[in-house]
């Protein structure tokens, strides 16, 4: 055999890729992978057909395009009231995983160990893994999903290199608080632990809460990368492109790894995307739209048997079906596929070893007649399971 030692042994196909195929051979409403299925916005369509026919055909600057990251750190300032140098601490990435992965490979060393909170976001562990280093694991509590910061100082110890945050979190749309954000400041002080902060979904927070980034907070900007996604804000997730922000030190080792890996991201997308941030409405309108979009869901299900946990962001809300099954979360969410029409992604899925809470994930992020026919078939899960 010519490979006998796998990197990543225990991983195989993403609970994404598995419940997606599951859905396209029962013909099921997918409510699981975190897409829209209504059109983005015509203008920035527009815009990028026109970069392509004004000839924006060629490589980008390995960075990113100068006006993009310029307009980056605009909306930076004019959000966070924070400066960031667009030459030396922004570089624009071929979507937001992908800036997560090489933000720990550029750091990450053979017995390192990082912080994750789970459930996580499926790529955090593989990518630390692959880097030779060693996740250690700390479960949020529920139902609430919220951070226990005692249990985050005992396990922290010489090996801790990093702290993972998530914030709107996926899969269950928590928020970061003010009083988590001090808790974060108070461990960190007088050390060298590196912050990994997943901010794609900072546009999509409901309820008039706030997105606490960790760029307004100097103390954590300051041993920081923070991961972006433009995918996420503008509802065109194929096009992969996002980015990251880091102080010039830690960007000067991301870019090691940049340079020799993509490179260069899809120019035309970058010159729409610059001329596009100009109109702050485009983002600034995004929380509304998704938000009115979770609400229907809610009202939709509101006599099943189905409890929302309330999101406070992302394109998620997790759902309790303990009154209709007490099978375990795969199993639960096969079936409700199979039988009822409806993908879900089980939470346990986001958790190295599984757990049972009974709780699924919906994302809402779909026009209002794909929700209301995936409401419908929810109506009778119980006759059907």
Request: with cysteine; glycine share 4%; proline share 5%.
């Amino acid at each position: 055999m010519l490979l006998n030692k796998s990197k990543l042994p225990n991983v195989g196909n993403t609970i994404f890729t598995e419940m997606s195929q599951l859905a396209l051979q029962h013909n099921a409403i997918n409510l699981g992978q975190g897409f829209p299925d209504f059109p983005m916005n015509q203008e920035l369509i527009a815009l990028v057909n026109k970069a392509m026919q004004d000839g924006y055909n060629q490589y980008a600057h390995s960075d990113g395009l100068p006006l993009l990251r310029e307009r980056i750190a605009e909306k930076i300032k004019f959000l966070y009231n924070t400066s960031v140098d667009y030459n030396k601490e922004i570089i624009v990435t071929p979507g937001g995983t992908y800036a997560i992965y090489t933000s720990l490979t550029a750091v990450l060393n053979i017995g390192d160990e990082v912080i994750v909170f789970e459930p996580a976001y499926d790529s955090y562990i593989p990518a630390i893994e692959v880097n030779g280093a060693k996740a250690v694991t700390i479960p949020l509590s529920f139902p609430n999903y919220k951070i226990d910061w005692s249990e985050v100082k005992n396990r922290i110890n010489s090996r801790t290199k990093m702290i993972m945050i998530n914030s709107p979190q996926n899969p269950t749309g928590t928020i970061l608080t003010g009083n988590d954000i001090k808790e974060l400041i108070n461990i960190t002080q007088g050390t060298n632990i590196l912050i990994l902060s997943d901010e794609v979904y900072e546009h999509l927070i409901y309820d008039n809460e706030k997105h606490e980034s960790i760029l307004k907070y100097p103390e954590l900007k300051e041993r920081s990368f923070v991961c972006f996604s433009f995918g996420k804000v503008f509802n065109c997730t194929g096009w992969k492109l996002g980015y990251c922000v880091a102080p010039e030190m830690l960007m000067k080792e991301f870019r090691k790894i940049h340079q020799f890996n993509c490179f260069s991201c899809f120019t035309p997308s970058q010159i729409a995307i610059a001329e596009y941030l100009q109109k702050k409405e485009t983002y600034l309108s995004l929380s509304n739209q998704l938000q009115t979009k979770r609400d229907y869901l809610r009202e939709l299900l509101s006599d099943t048997l189905f409890t929302p946990i309330p999101s406070k962001g992302s394109y998620f809300e997790c759902y309790d079906y303990s009154q209709l099954s007490h099978d375990d979360e795969k199993t639960f969410a096969v079936r409700l596929t199979k039988s009822v029409g409806v993908a879900g992604i089980p939470v346990s899925a986001f958790y190295k070893t599984p757990v049972n809470n009974h709780v699924i994930r919906f994302c809402f992020a779909k026009k209002n007649e794909t929700l209301e026919i995936a409401a419908e078939r929810l109506k009778n899960a119980a006759k059907k399971l």
